[in-house]
């Protein structure tokens, strides 16, 4: 007797008893699809919140921000110093490892109004001429704020996708005028020429704002012309991948202690990877739970899969018997009986990918009408889980299928021939 000739008379035995194999497979069935369920809706949500991130320029990056006071004995304390354009270039011209360093203004309750009439209330910024490029935004039409335009505080500016489409429809908005001032401040307006505008970049997934609905305008333009200020509300330092942060921040710091009499008080500073790091914590108490859940019960279903091959063992014993007699050797039938148990439990492993990644879809599209967060549940299954799956599959029909396999082994022929099923 051949091998190959007893794993197939393993699998045969299989389709004679449709309804025991289904029933065993059912428990791996329901493992194996839950795991990998949570899985993909767990590493789908990663993925939302690093989308989010990337959109607002990535992981990349530190942000640097005025403190303008603290409480100290039930008293609010102001605090006057300012980051100024010169801390910006400073950092920019002494840290390593950086790829832009950009300093912003930004101003809300802005009125944009355009020739014929037409309004729209974005966000107004004040920016460099590396934003568009830290910021991964893309040109639509025209171009972006030049070094020259900086320079020379030129009244010029740049319009988010949405702005574009509330002042000018879907006529071109390059070359046209916009005039631009504060909805409730009896101030004087400017008016400002449209260089660009830009391409749709998205909402982020926790932001309260987006790229689409911002007019950029040259930060020295924003600070002579529309609020008034020498100083710098925002510096973002966008460094090289996987740059060690701190050191960045604290070479920063240092850099603004130099220029500003030894202090740093007036500084805060924010590091966009806290949604990631709690997101990827929650997701490892996940899969401490889910693992503990899942492996009992699969070890419950591989004691069902012995059990039911340790009756196919009591209902072939004859049938062991026979082919013994006939020169069938024991790793023969060993390896019939194995194969059983592994055929089991690797279909129902194959059935639980699949039947995981139908789960985790309609899972995704419940969470987004249950909770309308985002449009979309992106579902990631990834490949290192369906292989862990398929081998950890073939590790359970290993593990709960050589006891049985072993006993029916050892049978001798006269034994064997002499039972009666």
């Not at 699809?33 to 989010?52: P, R, T, Y």
């Not at 129902?348 to 990918?353: E, M, T, Y």
Request: aromatic letters at 8%; a positive charge; hydrophobic letters at 45%.
């Amino acid at each position: 007797m051949k091998l190959s000739d007893a794993i197939a008379a393993g699998i045969a035995h299989l389709t004679q008893n449709r309804l025991r194999a289904g029933l065993s497979i059912l428990g791996i069935f329901i493992g194996i699809a839950s795991v990998l369920c949570m899985m993909a809706i767990g590493d789908g949500a990663k993925k939302i919140i690093s989308d989010g991130i990337e959109t607002l320029g990535g992981v990349d990056q530190v942000q640097l921000r005025n403190n303008y006071g603290y409480y100290r004995r039930g008293r609010w304390h102001w605090i006057s110093e300012r980051l100024k354009l010169e801390d910006a270039l400073a950092i920019e011209a002494e840290i390593p490892n950086i790829r832009y360093v950009l300093p912003k203004n930004e101003r809300y309750r802005i009125l944009a109004i355009s020739g014929d009439g037409s309004q729209a209330r974005p966000i107004l910024e004040g920016v460099t001429a590396d934003y568009a490029l830290g910021m991964h935004w893309n040109v639509l039409e025209g171009r972006f704020i030049a070094k020259n335009d900086v320079t020379e505080a030129l009244q010029v500016c740049v319009l988010g996708n949405n702005v574009a489409a509330e002042l000018f429809g879907e006529t071109s908005a390059i070359g046209k005028e916009v005039k631009i001032k504060y909805h409730y401040w009896r101030q004087a307006s400017m008016r400002a020429r449209v260089i660009g505008v830009m391409a749709v970049k998205g909402r982020g997934f926790d932001s309260t704002w987006s790229l689409d609905d911002v007019v950029c305008v040259p930060l020295t333009t924003h600070q002579q012309r529309i609020s008034g200020y020498d100083y710098i509300e925002r510096i973002t330092i966008f460094t090289e991948k996987d740059v060690d942060k701190s050191a960045i921040l604290a070479s920063a710091r240092a850099i603004i202690r130099k220029k500003h009499r030894n202090r740093d008080d007036f500084v805060r500073h924010w590091v966009p990877t806290g949604g990631v790091k709690r997101l990827e914590h929650i997701q490892r108490v996940i899969k401490i739970a889910l693992g503990s859940i899942a492996g009992f019960s699969l070890f419950v279903s591989g004691i069902g899969i012995m059990n039911i091959c340790l009756v196919s063992v009591g209902e072939k014993t004859r049938e062991i018997g026979l082919r013994k007699s006939v020169g069938a050797k024991r790793i023969h039938v060993f390896w019939q009986f194995l194969t059983e148990a592994v055929c089991l439990c690797f279909c129902g492993g194959i059935l639980g990918i699949a039947g995981g990644w139908v789960a985790a879809h309609g899972m995704a599209r419940l969470a987004v009408r249950i909770v309308p967060i985002v449009p979309e549940w992106p579902v990631v299954l990834s490949l290192h889980w369906v292989l862990i799956a398929l081998v950890f599959s073939l590790f359970m029909g290993v593990s709960f299928g050589v006891y049985p396999a072993m006993q029916a082994a050892r049978l001798t022929p006269i034994d064997a021939l002499r039972t009666e099923n």
